[in-house]
């Protein structure tokens, strides 16, 4: 038995495994929800709102600012440019590292200052990370088709949720220790 581990007293067992447990099954409920209702949100305003207005048109300005030659522009959901441009469909618009990133902070043990300014921070995180994801796939299609699949498909994912992973990891050791949580009576 360690010092700092809360004990079940009828089984004299550490109760941080149950805990553990029950974190991830929340996790992995909420992120579901969030992935499940943003699915039903295709062609919503909301959904318009994300793709197109925060994020295709976030892109295409950043495109233009480093290549102002380019002629990229918004168009709906599309990055379009002479030479070609990119299309940003439902499970390529970063939603989903919201979703991650909303289910890690709900379970999180963090005071609820931390969980909601870890939160807040990590939306527009996330918000920044996806705009130069589209950026950097978009002149990857443009200069080689073969090397936009790979970073499209397995580069960038990793990095992207490697880097969400990194900002938690961050939050989650700036923030104070919480207290124990209070009994409420039942075991």
């Not at 207005?53 to 295409?60: E, G, S, T, Y």
């Not at 168009?75 to 590292?97: K, Y």
């Not at 919201?98 to 996330?126: D, E, K, N, S, Y």
């Not at 499209?152 to 050791?173: R, T």
């Amino acid at each position: 038995m360690s010092p700092g581990r809360p004990v079940d007293d009828t089984t004299g067992k550490s109760s941080s495994g149950r805990q553990g447990v029950w974190r991830v099954g929340v996790f992995a409920l909420i992120f579901c929800a969030l992935q499940w209702g943003w699915a039903a949100q295709q062609d919503s305003a909301l959904f318009r709102l994300w793709v197109e207005d925060l994020n295709v048109r976030a892109a295409a300005a950043l495109i233009t600012a480093l290549q102002p030659d380019s002629g990229a522009a918004a168009a709906g959901s599309r990055v379009h440019a002479p030479g070609g441009g990119i299309n940003v469909l439902q499970g390529c618009d970063g939603a989903e590292m919201l979703w991650l990133m909303t289910a890690a902070f709900a379970v999180a043990p963090l005071a609820w200052r931390w969980r909601l300014g870890g939160w807040i921070a990590g939306l527009v995180l996330v918000w920044l990370l996806n705009i130069t994801r589209i950026t950097a796939l978009f002149f990857a299609w443009r200069s080689d088709p073969a090397w936009f699949d790979w970073l499209h498909n397995y580069i960038g994912p990793l990095v992207l949720v490697a880097l969400l992973a990194l900002y938690f990891h961050w939050i989650m050791q700036r923030a104070p220790v919480a207290g124990p949580e209070p009994d409420i009576g039942y075991r």
